[in-house]
Nanobody, 119 residues
């Protein structure tokens, strides 16, 4: 069956960095658009970044305005893994981060990983 397993979350001080990973199995990873979403308490889940299908997906990368210049999404098709490098983290980035794999519909979701930015 399809599995998306996130890792790399944790507690970090403001201004710090974290790298999230999402390892996929059970899908033909190369053709899926991979995305990172986040949901803070009391808010709706929102798209953080996505990277399109293909060898690099370089032409189809999108970021939420709130993370542009701070977060970088990348994918390794050979390892079936998508990454989210996060830097200059602030308390507003505190949320559960979810990995998503989609073709045209809602796709598949991971279980989420908590990111807490606090001093």
């Amino acid at each position: 069956q399809v599995q998306l397993v996130e890792s790399g979350g944790g507690l970090v001080q403001p201004g710090g960095s974290l790298r999230l990973s999402c390892a996929a199995s059970g899908i033909f990873f190369d053709i899926y658009t991979m995305g990172w979403y986040r949901q803070a308490p009391g808010t709706q889940r929102e798209l953080v970044a996505s990277v399109g299908a293909g060898v690099t997906g370089a032409g189809r990368i999108n970021y939420a305005d709130s993370v542009k210049g701070r977060f970088t999404i990348s994918r390794d098709n050979a390892k079936k893994t998508v990454f989210l490098q996060m830097s200059s983290l602030g308390p507003e980035d505190t949320a559960v981060y979810y990995c998503n794999a989609a073709l045209s519909g809602p796709g598949y979701w991971g279980q989420g990983t908590q990111v807490t930015v606090s001093s």
